[in-house]
């Protein structure tokens, strides 16, 4: 009788002991515990609330517009960037509320826990740390604060501003390319067919299309000017056009760093190898034949060539690396049309995969910005 009283008390303890931890398990609360990495990298005050309305709101930012697994330097480089755009903003409006709808995108804490499931709390509280070491800081040109442009990545090298808007910004220079971090390449084909259907469709008067002439390109391969040629007039493609124009067609080509059926690229020629000590040179020389391996760009050798007329430089940096070349270049060949292209967006400003790229080369954010945005001041 004893030894019954005894297995049935060592039952009740047993059973009090353990049901609240099945419970606790069939209810998925181990699942909500921070991951072991991100309690040795961050802890629970790097997911603590953030200090103003604004710096949550950053925080939301670069969550929507930089992959969290990046480095920490980029992510606090995406964080400045993003912060100075919202003050841009905000002092255009005259408004001392955060704007959500300015042209950024952004997540709130209920998107990013859906985002990342079981790695919020290692994402979140990544992206708060940098956040928090770049807190109040902006990036102003003579005082006021900066058009903070980004964009995913250059191909190669960055664009001036002028040539994707109507207006040159003189801290939004083409700059060449440290290093993009893995794959920038992408293919678009469009038939002879196709173009001549849209042209069509445009209400363009040019007749049957014939060709696609690059007719203006610059120092690094991105192509200008183009002319699409038919039967009857030409159509003039400049700035976005140039990657939007196509949508309908073969879907918008993602830069406008490109070649078209191997025709295109860069103005100087010539081959080129690179290691991190000549990186920046040869990706100033090379542009479009950039390709990415790792951490670093190097140069894959292909030679491209081009027929520059008589006309020189359309516009000049300050110190001459970046110059805009008259060009003459069919690229029809076997009815259709294959570019061949590296980089996303409008190319103007930070490339993401840039700052990811000079992270690992060891460039702090501070570093980071200045390379992207000429001569600009980092206050806060």
């Not at 515990?33 to 997911?47: M, W």
């Not at 950024?104 to 079981?118: I, M, R």
């Not at 069509?200 to 060709?211: M, P, R, S």
């Not at 699409?228 to 124009?245: P, Q």
Request: glycine content about 12%; hydrophobic content about 40%.
């Amino acid at each position: 009788m004893k030894k019954q009283c005894g297995f049935l008390l060592l039952y009740v303890v047993v059973a009090v002991l353990l049901l609240p931890l099945l419970l606790t398990m069939l209810c998925g609360g181990l699942g909500q515990e921070l991951p072991q990495e991100a309690q040795a990298l961050y802890g629970l005050a790097d997911l603590a609330p953030l200090d103003t309305e604004l710096e949550e709101y950053v925080a939301g930012v670069v969550a929507a517009e930089m992959p969290a697994a990046f480095p920490e330097e980029a992510l606090k480089a995406q964080a400045v960037a993003a912060r100075t755009y919202q003050v841009r903003q905000m002092q255009a409006a005259g408004s001392r509320a955060v704007l959500y709808d300015v042209g950024q995108a952004y997540l709130s804490e209920a998107e990013q826990k859906e985002k990342w499931g079981e790695g919020y709390a290692l994402y979140a509280g990544k992206i708060h740390s940098a956040v928090r070491a770049t807190a109040g800081e902006i990036m102003t040109y003579d005082g006021e604060p900066i058009l903070a442009a980004f964009h995913a990545q250059s191909g190669g090298r960055t664009e001036d501003a002028a040539h994707v808007w109507n207006t040159a910004v003189p801290y939004l220079r083409a700059v060449p390319e440290p290093g993009e971090y893995g794959d920038n390449s992408w293919t678009k084909t469009l038939t002879l067919d196709e173009l001549t259907a849209l042209l069509q469709a445009k209400g363009e008067n040019i007749g049957t299309a014939k060709d696609i002439v690059i007719t203006k390109i610059s120092t690094g391969g991105r192509v200008q000017e183009l002319q699409i040629v038919g039967t009857s007039g030409t159509k003039t493609l400049t700035k976005e056009a140039i990657r939007t124009y196509f949508s309908s067609a073969c879907g918008t080509l993602p830069s406008k760093m490109f070649t078209i059926n191997g025709k295109g690229g860069t103005v100087t020629g010539g081959t080129s190898t690179s290691t991190k000590g000549g990186l920046l040179l040869a990706a100033a020389r090379q542009g479009i034949v950039a390709k990415t391996e790792g951490a670093l760009s190097y140069l894959n050798g292909k030679k491209l060539s081009v027929d520059v007329d008589a006309a020189q430089s359309a516009q000049n940096t300050d110190n001459g690396a970046y110059a805009v070349y008259s060009v003459s270049i069919s690229t029809v060949a076997n009815g259709k049309f294959v570019f061949s292209g590296s980089g996303s967006g409008h190319g103007v400003g930070l490339s993401q995969k840039g700052a990811q790229g000079m992270a690992q080369m060891g460039y702090d954010y501070k570093e980071i910005l200045r390379h992207y945005y000429t001569g600009i001041t980092i206050e806060g």
